[in-house]
């Protein structure tokens, strides 16, 4: 998948997902994609919590 193809991907995508609707199956996939978003912030949050904890407070 080419950069321009992965672009249009992600607009449509993020069309799909906060354009205004009432449909439920979007709101339901709104939210998994919000939960997935907040998900992997907290696991980026631990991991560098973690290296920091290795790298500073260890040694």
Do not use: H, Q
């Not at 993020?14 to 992997?40: A, H, M, S």
């Amino acid at each position: 998948m080419t950069l321009r193809n992965y672009l249009v991907f992600m607009r449509l995508k993020f069309k799909e997902l906060f354009g205004k609707t009432d449909d439920n199956t979007v709101k339901l996939k709104r939210k998994i994609f919000w939960y997935f978003v907040i998900e992997v912030l907290l696991v980026i949050a631990l991991l560098g919590f973690t290296f920091f904890l290795i790298t500073v407070v260890l040694p």
